[in-house]
Structure formats: C-alpha cells, structure tokens
C-alpha cells in the first residue's frame, strides 16, 4: 500500500478530523465531476459526494479497502449515483401513480424553508466574525486555499492563519449549536475541523 494512502486510511481509522478534511479537500472536486456524468446536475452531484464522504466518517473504523483509496471513493460515488438514480425513478413512478398535486409542494415548501433558515444563520455566524478571521475562514473554506496560500496572500504567518481558522471554528461551533441537527455534511466538515 503506498504511504498516502496508508496515512489516509489509518488516519480516518483513528478519527483524525484533518486527514479527513484533507481527503475531502483532495477529492471532493474530481468526485462531483465524476458523479455528473451519472446524474446530470451539479447539486444532486455535489450532495452524492458529500454522502459518501459522510458515511465514510460515520464508518471509519470499520473501512476495509482492497483496491486503492482513489478506486474505493469512484466506486463508492458511482454506487450511490446509481441507487440515487433508481431511487428517484421509483419515486417518479410512486408521486405519479399515489400522489396528489398539492402534497409535493408542501414537503418541498416545508424543506425550503427550514434550509434558507439555515442558510441565514449560517451566513449571519459566518458575518459576524471580525474581519480578518472572517477572510481568512472564507479563503479557507470558499475558496479551497490551503493555509500556507492564505498566508502568502494576506502576507501573515500560516500560525497566525491557524490560530484565526480555530477561533472561527469555535465561534461558528458555538453560534450554530442549535442548528447541528440540521447542518449537512459541507457544515458538518466546516463546523468539526
């Protein structure tokens, strides 16, 4: 086994949040690619990838990969691409046969609504942090930049982006706490780094 992939593998193994925010990092992009040549949009890609990467945290210490680490994640996207597209064809079949016209809008209505509340606190935590940790969270995590980047761009110390980058984390952590429940596997990432 190559060492990357070992250090991936025994990394998750042992619950090490930043092998899996590096795995993410280095995988999630390639993936979301991979996964709209199955299901055509970049949303339900992006929220396949995710649940994969969530259900390999949920079950890291019980990971058993043969192949390489690389093959185990496209295997993993295209299985769950695959179930995601039959799942959705059943369900076009069952609304159509089962369902009147006004049932869907209200679940639907009803998800909205709690996801743009999320979506407000969120971007109202993410505001509310000072200005220099507030740029530096968001380069980190908007704009996939890797420490040593933000460093060089803002002209700072990479210590000094990760003392910011770990206050940020703990004032989102603590803002949001009501709302954990709720958040998906992105905030999931965001929120336990």
């Given at each position: 086994?190559?060492?990357?992939?070992?250090?991936?593998?025994?990394?998750?193994?042992?619950?090490?949040?930043?092998?899996?925010?590096?795995?993410?990092?280095?995988?999630?992009?390639?993936?979301?690619?991979?996964?709209?040549?199955?299901?055509?949009?970049?949303?339900?890609?992006?929220?396949?990838?995710?649940?994969?990467?969530?259900?390999?945290?949920?079950?890291?210490?019980?990971?058993?990969?043969?192949?390489?680490?690389?093959?185990?994640?496209?295997?993993?996207?295209?299985?769950?691409?695959?179930?995601h597209l039959?799942?959705?064809?059943?369900?076009?079949?069952?609304?159509?046969?089962?369902?009147?016209?006004?049932?869907?809008?209200?679940?639907?209505?009803?998800?909205?609504?709690?996801?743009?509340?999320?979506?407000?606190?969120?971007?109202?935590?993410?505001?509310?942090?000072?200005?220099?940790?507030?740029?530096?969270?968001?380069?980190?995590?908007?704009?996939?930049?890797?420490?040593?980047?933000?460093?060089?761009?803002?002209?700072?110390?990479?210590?000094?982006?990760?003392?910011?980058?770990?206050?940020?984390?703990?004032?989102?952590?603590?803002?949001?706490?009501?709302?954990?429940?709720?958040?998906?596997?992105?905030?999931?990432?965001i929120l336990?780094t």
């Amino acid at each position: 086994m190559e060492e990357a992939q070992f250090r991936f593998i025994t990394g998750l193994k042992a619950g090490d949040k930043k092998i899996f925010e590096e795995l993410y990092r280095e995988y999630y992009t390639p993936l979301c690619f991979y996964c709209l040549r199955f299901v055509g949009k970049h949303e339900e890609a992006e929220e396949i990838v995710q649940g994969v990467f969530f259900k390999i945290w949920l079950k890291r210490e019980e990971l058993n990969i043969n192949s390489s680490l690389k093959s185990y994640l496209y295997r993993s996207v295209q299985n769950y691409a695959i179930n995601h597209l039959n799942l959705q064809k059943s369900r076009g079949r069952y609304h159509l046969d089962d369902y009147t016209e006004t049932e869907e809008p209200n679940i639907n209505g009803l998800e909205m609504l709690e996801e743009d509340e999320l979506n407000t606190r969120i971007k109202e935590a993410i505001a509310r942090l000072p200005e220099r940790r507030r740029i530096i969270f968001e380069l980190s995590r908007f704009s996939d930049l890797k420490y040593h980047q933000i460093a060089d761009q803002l002209e700072i110390s990479v210590k000094t982006v990760e003392a910011q980058m770990a206050k940020a984390l703990q004032s989102l952590r603590e803002t949001l706490k009501d709302y954990l429940p709720m958040l998906g596997i992105m905030f999931f990432i965001i929120l336990h780094t």
